[in-house]
């Protein structure tokens, strides 16, 4: 079997850029599967309040939701296609996105959110995504800024929703 070589023509800011990428992506999976990993405590209560709007299984529901509309237009873009990111106040988007997965169960929303999870893991690498957007209006991100903001976004909910669970074990 040949070693491949390292090829000294490559900029090294391209390969630290893929390294870069290899570690927030590595961020956000490992953030993806620890909430999963909350949601699936036995005796969690799901209908604990997690802030004034939410309560655990509303939150889960919102994690979900931006992250599908990541991975979406993650695809979209990979396709050459226009990217469809939400429209909207962030609080329009935040309670739109909690009001359509409402009704699915938590097993759903895990199962939607570890999908999600293996687009963005199939796209993240793709050189010609170059900006993707978060929200209009709003702000747009090069790849490694959004992988980085999703995963900060992703762990503060976790210990968000980690913090009310053992309040209200005490």
Not at 49 to 76: G, I, Q
């Amino acid at each position: 079997m040949k070693q491949k070589s390292f090829d000294t023509r490559n900029a090294p800011s391209e390969c630290e850029s893929d390294l870069e990428i290899r570690f927030a992506l590595h961020n956000v999976r490992c953030a993806v599967e620890d909430i999963i990993h909350l949601f699936r405590i036995p005796g969690l209560d799901l209908s604990l309040a997690v802030n004034h709007r939410w309560d655990m299984k509303d939150m889960l529901a919102h994690l979900v939701a931006w992250h599908e509309s990541f991975a979406k237009n993650l695809v979209l873009l990979a396709n050459m296609e226009p990217p469809d990111p939400p429209r909207g106040s962030l609080r329009d988007v935040n309670r739109e996105g909690v009001l359509r997965l409402r009704d699915q169960s938590p097993d759903q929303l895990i199962r939607r959110f570890r999908k999600a999870q293996k687009l963005v893991e199939m796209h993240a690498f793709d050189k010609h995504i170059s900006i993707i957007p978060y929200r209009k209006p709003g702000t747009s991100y090069t790849r490694l800024q959004h992988l980085d903001v999703v995963a900060h976004h992703i762990r503060g909910h976790f210990w968000e929703i980690l913090s009310k669970s053992l309040d209200n074990t005490r």
